[in-house]
């Protein structure tokens, strides 16, 4: 018989992010709660946002827990790093997995078992994308991160290298755990749904799609300098959160007269992103460097191919039929996005083939590997 296990999970990002560290914890927690014999704690230091909390499907077997009201924000993090041993043990929590890079110091010898996921390194691999100091405190938590991690988990196989290379880690601590798609994205939106959000949006009639932050390392602006030499019906529309990045890539579209095409959209809730997919030609992700992209994972599901940039773990996420071009090559991102296009020759077929690769991201798949690594702990 199969035992019952006591799971505790850092969800900060749950509750109050809504990009990938957040999604990724949501879809996980979903696709674990399926099952009878888990009892799942969320920790968080507040209840975050309703509209991100409301993505947890409550069940039976998950609740979550929050920090004492009205205490400072160093107070939450001394909390998250520390106090929370405390809780934990309160609760009879078995073990403990941080779902963002971090554990609290201590864990080890609480006698708590610890996973960790690690989902990129990229502040250690191109320190040039960060503040130096956040640099150094992001390498700080990693190290003391994996010395309390009974195991690490990594999400694709390009951050598992990084973590050897630069944690010294033993392969044999830690196991590839391919990210999950939000089951949203299988369903195509009905038309009407469709139109609505097109209007809401105002969305242009042909578009090229680009999901994330909008950030130096995303590279955004490779797509941008495309547009120039794509015809002129098609334009560039980029959901993402709002950066210093991001008013240079507004300086660039004005000075080269294109901001009739080129819309950016900032806010939008996850339930409107599966129709500004369906809606796209094609998607681009010209990121220098990611852990592993899941809106690659996201658009190919919504049935769209895929540019994206060589020199990381895009192509273990979009597999052998999307099309990689390197980070600062405007001609061949242009070349990529004409063969995407609708009409273009074997469009259809990099569609269809595509989706049977990501099939391997999809559900249940990813939850059971997660269970049978819970039980190896005990």
């Known amino acids: 018989m199969t035992p019952q296990l006591s799971i505790g999970f850092d969800a900060k990002r749950i509750v109050s992010n809504a990009t990938g560290l957040g999604s990724y914890g949501r879809t996980l927690v979903n696709d674990l709660a399926a099952s009878e014999h888990l009892d799942l704690h969320l920790y968080a230091p507040n209840e975050g946002r309703d509209d991100l909390r409301s993505q947890v499907l409550l069940r039976g077997n998950l609740q979550f827990h929050y920090g004492k009201p009205g205490v400072p924000a160093l107070g939450t993090s001394l909390w998250r790093t520390h106090g929370i041993i405390k809780d934990l043990k309160r609760d009879g929590i078995q073990i403990y997995h941080g779902l963002s890079g971090e554990l609290p110091i201590g864990i080890r010898k609480s006698g708590i078992k610890s996973v960790v996921t690690i989902h990129d390194l990229i502040f250690l691999r191109h320190p040039e994308f960060y503040h130096w100091i956040d640099t150094k405190i992001y390498a700080w938590k990693f190290r003391k991160t994996i010395k309390e991690a009974d195991r690490i988990i990594a999400i694709s196989e390009c951050t598992k290298r990084d973590i050897i290379e630069y944690g010294h880690v033993d392969e044999s601590r830690i196991s590839l755990i391919y990210q999950s798609c939000a089951p949203r994205f299988s369903a195509e939106p009905d038309t009407q749904k469709q139109q609505e959000v097109r209007l809401h949006y105002n969305l242009p009639q042909r578009y090229i799609l680009n ?104 192509e273990e996420a979009g597999g052998p039929d999307c099309f990689y071009v390197a980070p600062d090559d405007v001609e061949g ?21 595509s989706q049977a690769y990501i099939r391997r991201f999809l559900g249940s798949d990813m939850a059971n590997q997660m269970i049978e690594l819970y039980h190896s702990l005990l």
Do not use: W
């Open 333 to 353: 991102m242009t070349r990529a996005i004409k063969e995407s296009l609708r009409g273009a020759t074997g469009r259809e077929h990099r569609i269809a083939s």
């Open 211 to 314: 999901v994330g932050s909008i950030e130096a390392r995303k590279n955004i602006i490779l797509a941008v300098k495309a547009l120039q030499s794509l015809p002129e019906d098609l334009s560039l529309v980029i959901v993402g959160r709002h950066t210093k990045y991001t008013d240079q890539v507004i300086d660039y579209v004005n000075c080269h007269q294109l901001s009739h095409r080129v819309l950016i959209l900032h806010g939008v809730p996850n339930k409107h992103l599966p129709a500004i997919y369906t809606q796209a030609e094609a998607f681009v992700y010209p990121s220098v460097y990611e852990g592993f992209g899941i809106p690659i994972i996201e658009a190919i599901n919504c049935g769209l191919p895929v540019v994206a940039c060589s020199g990381s773990c895009l």
